[in-house]
């Protein structure tokens, strides 16, 4: 996605053409959405909101790195009103750069846990950073937290995403918060020694190279994990039936959460609009579909989950670490996977 902002006519040209003019929105029942949601079947969170409100959402989607740059350069002639991204860092990111504006909403802090939510920006779903180890090859107890995996004896095993990727960042991130940055520098190195092949590919790659005997353990997001329990494919039954799952850390801080959410962006032209959004977000239906349409888990305490999958991981202790302090240490832990060569 290209940045599209300059203060010329000709762009603001563009841009009025791509959602009108700031006097046609003030009258139209509107809600311009900047995403970096790429799920097909988020249409149906959208419909939802417009069926409740009458409220049209007009949606532009991108990477989330460009898509802050084009809010930010976009400045107070952006006509986006909420920015819906993954990755608790980038949503960081977006605060430092003064993009969203302070949110006041009894309902947002009654329904989102303190540690899910800043004072501009809140989550609506989460996915856990899970270890998937191959049956017969690597016992589960073998891998019961994090730091197994750069265990020597695991030399040669390991398959792992790049590590300059959002959830690997987020990971280590947490591993400085809570470890510090002498044994989270340990821990890259122990992982890069332990590399079966170069990272790359995503979670459903490593999922499948464990699976195939590429390697013998990895980690992914449950989300991936889930669409595969709940495929209709063979090879993704076979895949599944080949690995086993073991949720990190829960004789400690318990296993990492990164999460979607979003916020009200400072020059959003529908404010209001824009708080009937997140407020939707945090609602029994919207915190429904996340589990059952896209096999993420609720923010919401107490929500009933009908997703089979979701239902077959069963309960485990998740990491409290309020995750808008990982972008404190994001830098770090791209500095030390650079030193370390986890490319």
């Known amino acids: 996605m290209k940045v599209l902002f300059s203060r010329s006519l000709l ?25 970096a949601r790429h799920y097909q079947t988020d249409e149906a969170l959208y419909q939802g909101f417009t069926e409740q409100t009458g409220i049209t959402i007009k949606r532009i989607e991108g990477k989330e790195d460009e898509l802050l740059e084009r809010i930010r350069n976009e400045g107070a002639y952006s006509p986006a009103d909420i920015l819906l991204t993954v990755d608790a860092a980038r949503l960081s990111a977006a605060h430092e750069l003064g993009l969203f504006a302070p949110v006041s909403s009894p309902l947002l802090e009654a329904r989102i846990p303190a540690n899910l939510r800043t004072v501009d920006w809140f989550s609506f779903s989460t996915r856990a950073r899970v270890i998937v180890y191959a049956k017969g090859v690597v016992k589960p107890e073998e891998v019961q937290t994090y730091g197994d995996l750069a265990n020597p004896r695991l030399k040669g095993k390991v398959c792992s995403r790049s590590g300059s990727h959002p959830y690997n960042l987020s990971l280590m991130a947490s591993i400085i918060a809570h470890q510090g ?85 400072k020059h959003a032209p529908h404010k209001e609009a824009a708080l009937k959004f997140l407020e939707y977000l945090a609602s ?56 370390v060569g986890y490319r």
Not at 11 to 35: H, I, P, R
Not at 288 to 297: K, L, M, T
Not at 313 to 338: C, E, H, T
Request: aromatic content about 8%.
């Open 284 to 339: 029994d239906q919207a915190q429904r579909y996340f589990a059952d349409g896209n096999n993420e888990w609720p923010v919401v305490v107490g929500m009933k989950i009908d997703n089979p999958a979701l239902i077959a991981l069963g309960k485990f202790k998740a990491d409290s670490l309020p995750v808008g302090s990982l972008a404190m240490y994001r830098a770090k832990a791209q500095m030390i996977f650079d030193q």
């Open 11 to 35: 762009t603001l040209a563009v841009v009025a053409a791509a959602f009108g003019s700031s006097v046609s929105q003030a009258e139209e029942k509107v809600l311009n959405l900047y995403s």
């Open 181 to 265: 940055e002498a044994k989270a520098e340990q821990w890259a190195k122990g992982m890069v020694a332990n590399f079966a092949r170069a990272p790359k590919g995503g979670d459903t790659d490593q999922i499948r190279a464990v699976a195939a005997g590429e390697c013998a353990v990895a980690v992914a997001n449950t989300y991936y994990l889930a669409r595969l329990m709940r495929s209709d494919k063979p090879e993704d039954r076979t895949t599944m039936d080949k690995i086993g799952i073991v949720w990190p850390d829960q004789q400690s801080y318990g296993a990492h959460i990164n999460v979607s959410g979003g916020g009200v962006l």
